[in-house]
Each structure stands twice: as C-alpha cells, then as structure tokens.
C-alpha cells in the first residue's frame, strides 16, 4: 500500500510498518497525534485500523483495573498507618492518665500527640494529591480515547453527510 508523506511519518513516529499493527500502547500515542495530523490521514488510519474500538475498550478497562489496585493498595497503606498513629495516641493517653507525672511530662505527651496529629493531616493531604493524580491520569485516557473515537464518529459523518449531499444534489 502506497502512503502519503504524512501517513509515513505518522506510522514513522508511531514504530510501526502499517496501521493494522496498532498495539494498545500504541493508541494512547496515536490519539495524542490525532490533533496534530491530517484529518485525512487521522481518517485513512483509523479504517485501517477495524479494531480501534476493542483496544480502546479494553485499554479502558485496564487501565480501571490499575486505578482500582492502586487505590486497594492505598487504602491498605492509610488504614495501617493510621492504625499505627492510633495506637501511639492511645499509648500516650495511657501516660496523660497517670496521675504522678509533673506538668512538664505531661506537656511533653501533649506534645508528641499534637505531632502525631500533625502527621495524621499530612498523610491524609498526601493521600488526597494521590488520588486526584489518579483521576486525572485516568481522565487522561478517556479523553484520548474519547477524542479519538470522536474523531472516528466525525470523520465517518462528515464523509456520510457529503456523500449525501452529493446525491441529493445530483438528484
């Protein structure tokens, strides 16, 4: 098959010899392509590529899996680290109760609970950044996919749309 100069650098950029040897990793750098190319060549490559649709499906689904393991793997994380700053609290506590300490150890407890506090707040921001870069990772990939089955929808309407056109001026 003969391609364009564009259709050459396209497939060049994306390591492959045709379109129908997209890969999944290779559709994530392909969408990322999509605003840059010919809206022709965007049109060519993706009806060479049948299965544009399954991939990006199950790219999708992959990449859920992957944000649902980090976030199990997270949780796992948080609950043991604070099961651990509650433990430290409670041990502390214990030491407020005793009624034979002087004001000065008793203001050092207070202390070390008011840190451990601190870094309650700490892990909890960190965790929260965490997952907002998770989510937008992941609202990344849908935009891609989305955008570039967008681009497949409106190029196959524009094409249906002047091919009608076409016979309803001829008519």
Sequence with gaps: MAYTMTEKKVLRKLGIS???HMTKDKVIKFATMLPYMDPEVAKKALEQFPAFKDLATELVTQYKNAVDKAYESNNKSQDAFFAACNRIIDSLHKELEDDNIDS???S????KMIDVAAMIGEKDSENKNFIMKIIGAGALVVALVGGTAAAILG????ASSSDDDDKNNKA
């Design 155 to 158: 190029a196959n309407s524009n």
């Design 18 to 20: 045709d379109f129908k």
């Design 104 to 106: 000065e150890e008793r």
């Design 108 to 111: 050092r407890i207070e202390d």
